[in-house]
T-cell receptor
C-alpha cells in the first residue's frame, strides 16, 4: 500500500479483555516499530522488528503485551487482560532495509484503544 | 529524567509572529535528530531532520548544539496552519526513535 495501515482505528475493550492490533507496513519495508502514546505525551517505544525477528522489546510495559511479525510483513500487537492504564493510541511505523541516519520513519494513523 | 525533554507549553502566539522551541537530550551518543509535527488526533509526521550545521526549510529553521545537547526549532511568520504539537525526536545507535513530550503551539488570528 501507499502508507502504513493500522486497524482497527478505534477499539473499546472491557477491562480484562484481550485485544489484537494490526499493522500493515509499507510494502517491502524491513523494519517495523510499535509505539504507545498516552494522552498529552509523546510516543513511547514498545518494540522493533527487522523482518520477522523481534530485535528489541525493551519498551513492552508488561508480559501482558506481546508482538509478532511471523512472515516479516504484517505485525500484530496483542494485549492480554487489558487494564485501564493501557488506554492509549498505539502507533506503528516502518522503514526500508537501509536508510540514512537522518531518515525519519513514517507512522500509521494509529489505533486508539479505550479500556472501560 | 526523560531522555528528551521539552517545555509542553502551550505557546499561544499571534499570526505572523516568530516562535522558537528548544529541547534537550541526555544521551550523548544520539546520532540523528528530528522535529515531528502532530495535529490533534493524527499521527506524528516528520517536519524536518536537524543537522549540526543548522538547516532551513522555508519558514522553519532547526539548530543542533551537540556540546550542550539541545535542539531548537524556529518558526518565522507563523500561520494559523502551524498550530499543532511539535515533537523533538532523537535516535541513537539503535533504530528506535525517542520522543519528547511535545510542545503545543496555537497561532491566534
Amino acid at each position: 500500500g501507499a502508507g502504513v495501515s493500522q486497524s482497527p482505528r478505534y477499539k473499546v475493550a472491557k477491562r480484562g479483555q484481550d485485544v489484537a492490533l494490526r499493522c500493515d507496513p509499507i510494502s517491502g519495508h524491513v523494519s517495523l516499530f510499535w509505539y504507545q502514546q498516552a494522552l498529552g505525551q509523546g510516543p513511547e517505544f514498545l518494540t522493533y522488528f527487522q523482518n520477522e525477528a523481534q530485535l528489541d522489546k525493551s519498551g513492552l510495559p508488561s508480559d501482558r503485551f506481546f508482538a509478532e511479525r511471523p512472515e516479516g510483513s504484517v505485525s500484530t500487537l496483542k494485549i492480554q487482560r487489558t487494564q485501564q492504564e493501557d488506554s492509549a493510541v498505539y502507533l506503528c511505523a516502518s522503514s526500508p532495509r537501509t536508510q540514512p541516519l537522518n531518515y525519519g520513519y513514517t507512522f500509521g494513523s494509529g489505533t486508539r484503544l479505550t479500556v472501560v | 529524567r526523560k531522555e528528551v525533554e521539552q517545555d509542553p507549553g502551550p505557546f499561544n502566539v499571534p499570526e505572523g509572529a516568530t516562535v522558537a522551541f528548544n529541547c534537550t537530550y541526555s544521551n550523548s551518543a544520539s546520532q540523528s535528530f528530528f522535529w515531528y509535527r502532530q495535529d490533534c488526533r493524527k499521527e506524528p509526521k516528520l517536519l524536518m531532520s536537524v543537522y549540526s550545521s543548522g538547516n532551513e526549510d522555508g519558514r522553519f529553521t532547526a539548530q543542533l548544539n551537540r556540546a550542550s545537547q539541545y535542539i531548537s526549532l524556529l518558526i518565522r511568520d507563523s500561520k494559523l496552519s502551524d498550530s499543532a504539537t511539535y515533537l523533538c525526536v532523537v535516535r541513537g545507535g539503535a533504530q528506535k526513535l525517542v520522543f519528547g513530550q511535545g510542545t503545543r503551539l496555537t497561532i491566534n488570528p
